[in-house]
């Protein structure tokens, strides 16, 4: 890790703390103003002096936190000889990822080097948009290039996820499979899932429009390829590229999405149902804006809002409304769903779904209409088996190929 991006982990533990050490004086107010509300105004002395004596220790104690970590900090500075980034190892790239999806926006905002910048990936750093730079990354480039968008919290190499159990080798993923069969050139995008659903993809419009541009052959047709949160990147790229004109998108022929929430997410829904109702309630105000906290892009899953006039905070009516952003025209679109449950028609499949996206919001409803045939159910899979399962890529081969995949 460099040693600014060290600088930049210790200033976010020391906020963390302090932030932590602010929310469990709040809760200590509210409780102490119930209790001393109830028995004033005999009380008034003592609350005085509680509130008096309560408010130096916490400030003494943010103090000495905010101290030992700008100490650590400059610590890092100074003893750090490493020149890789974070990010340049399965495990920080992961835990990166993570941060990022917890409060990716702040640090992007912020200008932090933890904040991560979408970009083509491959072996674990970032991919230029140059020509020189993709030849080099891809020394055998094909004029068919599948573009993989993972979800929340993963990154590039989510799509590799239990490959070894698969027989396939433990490097198979559908690009490899799709690269083997059918020709396509894959290429693996990391991105800040903290950020808006729409900044993301005015962020992969903007990038594959250079990509494409540069490619060292010309380009016959694109494939998106969207897991989770990534289906709702692409479908918002696609809908800003043909705003703006961009000239990527004349090449998109199929868009699959895999478990992507079209409808939103029943766990954002949940949470925001709770924090609304914490916030209610003096004594857990504090802990609702914990809550509260959690990233723009993890806000968007409500209703999957695809477009900046759809973000929560623009207006209350927009959490409610699913945002009407046509599928993309002269592309083929595909959908796939899962339930924990063998049956997608078990009770607790329909409710659970995946375990985080029920089968109606995967598979679009009235709202985003995909033909009979380009829909596929798993029953017995959840949400990250569809990153990389054999018949979730039979589905894709057949969809994608000339002829049906033989079973």
């Avoid at 998108?249 to 997410?265: D, F, M, W």
């Avoid at 009407?324 to 083929?332: I, N, R, S, T, Y």
């Avoid at 399962?389 to 057949?398: G, I, L, Q």
């Amino acid at each position: 890790m460099r040693p600014d991006e060290r600088r930049a982990v210790g200033r976010l533990a020391t906020q963390t703390a302090s932030d932590g050490i602010t929310h469990i004086e709040q809760v200590h107010r509210a409780i102490a103003a119930r209790a001393f509300t109830l028995t004033a105004p005999v009380s008034l002395p003592a609350r005085v002096l509680h509130d008096g004596i309560a408010s130096s220790v916490y400030a003494t104690i943010r103090g000495v936190v905010r101290v030992a970590g700008m100490t650590a900090s400059e610590l890092a500075r100074v003893t750090t000889t490493s020149p890789r980034r974070a990010g340049s190892t399965a495990a920080s790239n992961l835990a990166l990822a993570v941060l990022n999806a917890t409060i990716g926006d702040e640090l992007a905002a912020q200008g932090s080097p933890l904040a991560i910048t979408m970009a083509i990936r491959a072996t674990r750093t970032d991919v230029s948009p140059r020509r020189d730079a993709l030849a080099a990354a891809f020394p055998d480039p094909t004029p068919k290039v599948a573009v993989f968008l993972h979800g929340l919290g993963e990154t590039e190499e989510s799509w590799r996820l239990h490959a070894d159990r698969h027989g396939e080798g433990a490097e198979s993923t559908y690009g490899s499979l799709l690269a083997t069969d059918l020709g396509y050139t894959p290429l693996y995008l990391r991105y800040n899932t903290g950020l808006h659903i729409s900044e993301n993809g005015w962020h992969l419009s903007c990038l594959l429009e250079e990509v494409i541009g540069a490619w060292p052959t010309p380009v016959s047709e694109i494939l998106l390829v969207g897991h989770s949160m990534g289906g709702l990147v692409a479908r918002s790229a696609c809908h800003q590229a043909q705003t703006n004109g961009h000239v990527w998108i004349n090449g998109v022929r199929h868009v699959v999405y895999l478990g992507t929430p079209h409808l939103g997410a029943p766990l954002e829904q949940w949470v925001r149902h709770l924090s609304r109702v914490l916030g209610g309630i003096n004594e857990a105000r504090a802990l609702a804006s914990v809550l509260d906290r959690r990233s723009a892009g993890v806000k968007d899953l409500h209703a999957g809002a695809l477009l900046d006039s759809d973000w929560p905070e623009n207006a209350d009516r927009a959490e409610r409304r699913v945002p009407h952003v046509p599928l993309l025209p002269g592309a083929k679109h595909y959908a796939v769903s899962a339930t924990i449950t063998n049956r997608r028609g078990n009770p607790i499949g329909r409710l659970v779904g995946d375990l985080l996206v029920p089968p109606a919001s995967a598979r679009g409803g009235a709202s985003v209409s995909f033909p009979v045939h380009h829909k596929r159910h798993f029953g017995g899979l959840h949400h990250f088996d569809l990153l990389n399962h054999p018949d979730v890529y039979r589905a894709m081969r057949e969809w994608l190929g000339a002829t049906p995949v033989p079973i």
